[in-house]
């Protein structure tokens, strides 16, 4: 079975720079598309983005797309979400979640690993 455990979440004013972390255990990232959604109070839960297993393909979220990066280390079990120019409405829990198929699904329900969860505000 795969755990999982966000961290790299906090305070950070709007413009600044985030980097999240997700590190894995119980099975080998190699063999897991990796993804990362977030939450919002009040919000339904979005998807930020994935990267494959095979190919390293990566998806993004409109809301994301030219802000954020994502990539991964095999080596060291851990996949990333760089968060770059900032904004308030950017302020929610971030998941990373992992499902066995080499294809990255926005719908959350595709998933079957998820972490806590790390939150990140922006301020403004």
Same mark, same amino acid.
């Given at each position: 079975?795969?755990?999982?455990? $966000?961290? =790299?979440? *906090?305070?950070?004013?709007?413009?600044?720079?985030?980097?999240?972390?997700? !590190? *894995?255990? *119980? @099975?080998?990232?190699?063999? &897991?598309?990796? =993804? %990362?959604?977030?939450? !919002?109070?009040?919000?339904?839960? $979005?998807?930020?983005?994935?990267?494959? %297993?095979?190919?390293? @393909?990566?998806? #993004?979220?409109? /809301?994301?797309?030219?802000?954020? +990066?994502? /990539?991964?280390?095999? +080596?060291?079990?851990?996949?990333?979400?760089?968060?770059?120019?900032?904004?308030?409405?950017?302020?929610?829990?971030? #998941?990373?979640? +992992?499902?066995?198929?080499? &294809?990255?699904? !926005? $719908? $959350?329900?595709?998933?079957?690993? %998820? =972490?806590?969860?790390?939150?990140?505000?922006? /301020?403004?």
């Amino acid at each position: 079975q795969m755990q999982l455990v $966000e961290s =790299g979440g *906090g305070l950070v004013q709007a413009g600044g720079s985030l980097r999240l972390s997700c !590190a *894995g255990s *119980g @099975r080998p990232f190699s063999s &897991y598309t990796m =993804g %990362w959604f977030r939450q !919002a109070p009040g919000k339904e839960r $979005e998807f930020v983005g994935g990267i494959t %297993w095979r190919d390293g @393909r990566i998806y #993004y979220g409109d /809301s994301v797309k030219g802000r954020f +990066a994502i /990539s991964r280390d095999n +080596a060291k079990n851990t996949v990333y979400l760089q968060m770059n120019s900032l904004k308030p409405e950017d302020t929610a829990v971030y #998941y990373c979640a +992992a499902r066995s198929s080499d &294809y990255v699904p !926005a $719908e $959350e329900s595709r998933y079957g690993y %998820w =972490g806590q969860g790390t939150q990140v505000t922006v /301020s403004s």
